[in-house]
T-cell receptor
Framework: EPEVTQTPSHQVTQMGQEVILRCVPI?????FYWYRQILGQKVEFLVS????????KSEIFDDQFSVERPDGSNFTLKIRSTKLEDSAMYFC????????????????FGPGTRLTVL | QKEVEQNSGPLSVPEGAIASLNCTYS??????FFWYRQYSGKSPELIMF????GDKEDGRFTAQLNKASQYVSLLIRDSQPSDSATYLC?????????FGAGTRLTVKP
């Protein structure tokens, strides 16, 4: 069964360093998402991406964050200068189709990357 | 601000009982609703989705949606210890998805 994959599973970095989290969405999916979950807290939407551009972003997704789909398979989240409060689990998700009324609207999540900022 | 509210629990039920999980949402224009299960340290796993008012059943799970009351629920029949997890309610807009904080369910053997 196709699945979303993410690498690395755990990333440790020093405050102020840049990190890139990588995701390979399900191959026939068109919509891509990043979420984060701080330990013990709820899953928070960061950004959605479609047709090579950002569809929507939350207030969390400030200028320190960027996303890219550098080729036909990878989808990356870059944090330019990490802060202690960026420590969280980051989930990538993908969805086949779009629009609230369409079928295949479900988002499928990858296993996550745990980011620890020291 | 779009909000999704869940009773954080913990909710404890005996094995074989019905577990009832509730969720309310603030955006009256929301159209699609999802229940995810999350085990500790793992990613959310989709259980069910519902778009229309009423009930939707899938095996031991039943999702219920009442758009007038902005309320969605999940019933788990014949609860098993393996159902012990955090259950996340999510409301999908066109380009984002908002999650509730989750309800922690424990099913006791």
């Amino acid at each position: 069964e196709p699945e979303v994959t993410q690498t690395p599973s755990h990333q440790v970095t020093q405050m102020g360093q840049e990190v890139i989290l990588r995701c390979v969405p399900i191959s026939n999916h068109l919509y891509f998402y990043w979420y984060r979950q701080i330990l013990g807290q709820k899953v928070e939407f960061l950004v959605s991406f479609y047709n090579n551009e950002i569809s929507e972003k939350s207030e969390i997704f400030d200028d320190q964050f960027s996303v890219e789909r550098p080729d036909g398979s990878n989808f990356t989240l870059k944090i330019r200068s990490t802060k202690l409060e960026d420590s969280a689990m980051y989930f990538c998700a993908s969805r086949r189709s779009g629009g609230a009324f369409y079928s295949y609207n479900e988002q499928f999540f990858g296993p996550g990357t745990r980011l620890t900022v020291l | 601000q779009k909000e999704v509210e869940q009773n954080s629990g913990p909710l404890s039920v005996p094995e074989g009982a019905i577990a009832s999980l509730n969720c309310t949402y603030s955006d009256r224009g929301s159209q699609s609703f999802f229940w995810y299960r999350q085990y500790s340290g793992k990613s959310p796993e989709l259980i069910m989705f519902i778009y229309s008012n009423g009930d939707k059943e899938d095996g031991r799970f039943t999702a219920q949606l009442n758009k007038a009351s902005q309320y969605v629920s999940l019933l788990i029949r014949d609860s098993q210890p393996s159902d012990s997890a955090t259950y996340l309610c999510a409301v999908n807009e066109a380009h984002d998805m908002r999650f509730g904080a989750g309800t922690r369910l424990t099913v006791k053997p």
